[in-house]
Structures are given as C-alpha cells and as structure tokens.
C-alpha cells in the first residue's frame, strides 16, 4: 500500500513552494530492497522505518503509486478535524495519524473518532482508512484514503497472459524507475512481456523480442489488452540485433535447482555487453563474480530466490561499441 499526501494548498508561508510529499511503503514479501531502490531512484527521503518524503514524485508513475488521500475535514486539532468529519464513516476502517513530520500509533485518535462517531475504527482488515495528520503542527486534516484504479499497476494486474515466474507488476516498474536511463530500453528474452510494457507505459523507447514462441503469443496478447505500440520481434537473445540500448531483463536462469550446468543468465548477459550503453538485470547472485570486468557495477538490490538485480554501465574499451 502506498499513500501520498500532495497539495500545496494545505501549508501556510513557512511551507510556500515546497510540496510535502508523504509515502507509505508496505511492499510485497521479497521485493523489500526493491521498494527501498525506487523510492531512493524518485529523490525521496526515509524519514522513519515505513515512511518517506520529498519535494517531487510522480506518483502515478511509480510502481507502488495507487493510492491517494481526499480531504474531508480541518481543524485547529485533531479532535477537530475528527469532529469536522461530515461524511458517512464506512466500516471495517482503520486511522492513522501523521505528527512532525512521522508516523505516530493511532489507538488514541481512533478511540476518539469511535467517542465522536461511533463504529468500530481499529478494523484489522479494513476496507477503507482515514488518515489525521499535521502539515505545519497547526492545521490539521482529515481524509480517505483511495484507490487510483486507472494506475499502472492495476493496468499491468489486468493483464490475461502469466506464468508462475513472471515479475509482478510492482517490479516490472520498478525496474524501468530505478535504472534511470535516457537510452532505448532492451528486453531480449521478455517472456509475457511485463517489463516491455512496462517500459511503453512509462513512455521510454522500447524493443522487445523473444525465442519462445509460446511466450511471444503471451506477450502480444498482453500488449493487445493494453493497446499499446510495442512490436515484439521473435530473435535468439543470444543473436544480439540492436545496439546503444539499456539493458533491463529478468533473464530465463536455469530451472533446475538441483544441477549444476551453466548459468543461462551469465551466457545471455555477456553476450550483450558488447552491444549495450547500461543495464537492470535480475541474475542469480552466484554468478556476480564471474561476470566479465567490461561492465561497472553501481548497485547491487538483493531480490527473490537467492537473485540479485545489478545496475551498472559498460565501460568503454576496445572491441565494445560504447
């Protein structure tokens, strides 16, 4: 879940031209560093163990950037803007509280709000939640927190076409955010198509291609459902057949735990190296030092199943194009 409070409006002189911008990072088991990686990537700040802040942020373009808070109510406390609160409460529900600039318990505002309008507030599953918080610890507010159904994530959720190890449609998107690039993005060996579409959506230059042509069927499927322009062209991702791109992928390890032949991965990426500017792979971690010395790592995101996510750039040497 991710909540953001954005509207300049709410600060009086001592907050003019800066715009406050509050999130609620709660990721989904396994993706913790990821999470953690894209909130750095948009230029937000930690500011407690679960919540960040900063000046900019598109929220709609985030990969965790669904949901958005309505005003209802203001006052000079938070009993008031509780007691301002002139709309239906819905319940199950649950409140929380902003102070200084941090997230505090909420048992005391939510007892107060079941004092002023009864109702069981502390839902542990609720369908809705109120949020009470303080911009500049005078005026305080009160809202509902909703849902953005036409985001990017609950586009890409809709889309028919997946298999037991596609990327979620978080990390897809987050993806494409923290690897930063200007240049194409290249997706060789794409699967049902996540990352691609991903990137279209994003508005980044995108190429996409892949050997399996059960695969490529999901993945125009995919793109068909978004209506998009992405043309997914059928290649052997070890045929490298563009070059200047980015390389972001989640490449097809070897399935079978239990041997011990070669990495597909390690194959798949140093056949790129020479054709590409930077990259945002997902590899498995114990190829980390066999890769080749032509590339420089500038971070390393610990991921799912003993993963890794490296990005980086290729360094300019002879016999690489860059």
């Known amino acids: 879940m991710l909540l953001f409070i954005h509207n300049s409006n709410l600060y009086q002189e001592k907050y003019k031209g800066f715009k406050l911008i509050w999130i609620h990072r709660n990721s989904p088991r396994g993706f913790e560093d990821l999470s953690l990686a894209e909130m750095a990537a948009a230029g937000l700040k930690q500011v407690s163990n679960r919540y960040f802040c900063g000046q900019s942020f ?3 373009k985030s990969a965790y950037g669904q949901f958005s808070v309505r005003e209802v109510s203001r006052g000079l406390s938070a009993k008031e803007a509780i007691a301002n609160f002139n709309e239906d409460i819905p319940s ?3 409140m929380e509280k902003f102070e200084n600039k941090r997230r505090s318990g909420s048992i005391t505002y939510a007892k107060l709000a079941e004092e002023i309008h009864g109702g069981n507030i502390r839902a542990t599953d609720p369908k809705s939640i109120i949020l009470v918080f303080s911009p500049d610890n005078t005026i305080w507010i009160a809202g509902f927190v909703t849902e953005k159904k036409n985001s990017l994530v609950h586009k890409l959720q809709m889309l028919p076409e997946r298999t037991c190890v596609s990327l979620t449609p978080q990390a897809a998107l987050a993806l494409i955010n923290i690897a930063q690039t200007q240049n194409p993005i290249i997706d060789p060996c794409c699967g049902t198509g996540m990352i691609p579409l991903a990137a279209v959506l994003l508005k980044k230059e995108t ?4 050997k399996n042509f059960n695969m490529l069927r999901m993945a125009k499927a995919n793109r068909d459902t978004l209506g998009v322009d992405l043309e997914i062209q059928h290649k052997d991702a070890f ?5 200047g791109c980015c390389l972001v992928s989640d490449f097809p390890a070897d399935r079978s735990w239990s041997s011990n032949i070669e990495d597909l991965s390690l194959k798949l990426f140093m056949s790129w190296i020479p054709f590409i500017k930077s990259f945002c792979v997902i590899i498995p971690s114990q190829i980390i030092p066999k890769l080749s010395t032509a590339i420089t790592i500038t971070k390393k995101i610990a991921f799912t199943a003993n993963r890794t996510i490296l990005l980086g750039v290729i360094k300019k040497a002879d016999g690489y194009t860059n």
């Open 58 to 60: 598109d929220i709609q």
């Open 92 to 94: 199950p529900y649950r």
């Open 239 to 243: 045929s490298p057949w563009i070059s």
């Open 207 to 210: 190429y996409a291609s892949d």
